[in-house]
């Protein structure tokens, strides 16, 4: 899910600098309120060793573009152009990383436009500080419209980093089938996010965010530890904002699309929007909700 993002860095910044530790918070219960899943503790799980700083780079004109590493979403974009900077630590699942690209004509039209142009790279950085101008190129995408007719890119490519500690939650869950979707479950379960938000229920917040945290501390080599006590502090930081609220959800309308080969759907609005947002700011700035979930061990849990 990729909301409170901002919550999240504050916690794995506290994390680098030595911030306190607990034992591992336990896993979001999922829609059935039975047992919870538990989250790895240390005594099943391989010391963590710091990994760089892992950053995608996109500029691109005259298309839409889809960006995925191993078939996770990093750009879903709808504009014809666009450009941005995503860490993607928590979506490397190995060594060895798959990244595909892929581009699609603006919306209403059958071909790019004059100007299409794209351009993704992926690079390393030492330690967590990233963008420092000293980085490695993993990899490096490059591609000019010189012929409308021509098919537009969809490559695939791959490029190496250091190696998990341990799985992300979601790589060894319950491959899906949008068939056989249990529907109603991952409804239920993005209901409790819902409400936890909107009645500023910091702690449920937390819990139902706990497999996220944990992927990011995989991600990124951090100590084995439990940074939920600070994240329920930001959480509630951010529930006194004068503003704070939701718009209205429609469950009946929720769509689902399925990523990380399977094993992990995100529920979104019609169109491609994300399944909630949050109501305007005193600036008429939103806040989007995008929640994605996995089917571990009989439990929908949000792992993004």
Not at 86 to 92: A, E, F, G
Not at 255 to 278: D, I, M, Q
Request: charged share 20%; net charge neutral; with cysteine.
């Amino acid at each position: 899910m990729d909301t409170l993002r901002y919550a999240l860095w504050v916690i794995l910044g506290a994390a680098l600098l030595g911030a306190c530790q607990a034992e591992p918070a336990t896993q979001t219960a999922a829609a059935k309120a039975v047992a919870p899943v538990s989250a790895p503790s240390p005594g099943n799980s391989a010391k963590r060793k710091a990994r760089d700083y892992y950053q995608l780079t996109a500029n691109y004109d005259g298309v839409r573009l889809d960006v995925r590493v191993n078939d996770m979403p990093v750009i879903m974009n709808e504009e014809e152009n666009g450009a941005g900077i995503h860490v993607v630590n928590d979506l490397l699942t190995g060594s060895e990383n798959i990244i595909t690209v892929m581009a699609k004509p603006p919306q209403g039209k059958a071909q790019p436009l004059g100007n299409a142009a794209i351009h993704v790279d992926v690079t390393a950085f030492p330690g967590q500080g990233g963008g420092d101008g000293k980085g490695k190129v993993l990899y490096s995408y490059d591609w000019k419209m010189k012929d409308a007719q021509l098919p537009l890119p969809s490559v695939r490519g791959q490029f190496q980093t250091t190696p998990l500690s341990e799985p992300l939650s979601w790589q060894n869950a319950t491959k899906l089938s949008l068939a056989t979707l249990d529907k109603a479950g991952i409804n239920a379960q993005t209901k409790r996010l819902y409400e936890a938000l909107k009645t500023k229920n910091a702690a449920e917040t937390t819990a139902l965010l706990t497999s996220e945290a944990h992927d990011q501390e995989v991600g990124f080599g951090l100590p084995l530890g439990d940074p939920a006590g600070d994240q329920r502090k930001i959480y509630e930081e951010q529930f006194r904002w004068p503003n704070w609220g939701l718009s209205p959800i429609n469950y009946e309308a929720l769509e689902y699309a399925l990523y990380g080969g399977g094993r992990v759907v995100r529920v979104h609005a019609p169109n491609g929007h994300p399944a909630f947002t949050s109501t305007p700011d005193k600036d008429g700035g939103t806040t989007t909700f995008d929640v994605y979930l996995s089917l571990i061990n009989g439990h929908w849990v949000i792992v993004k």
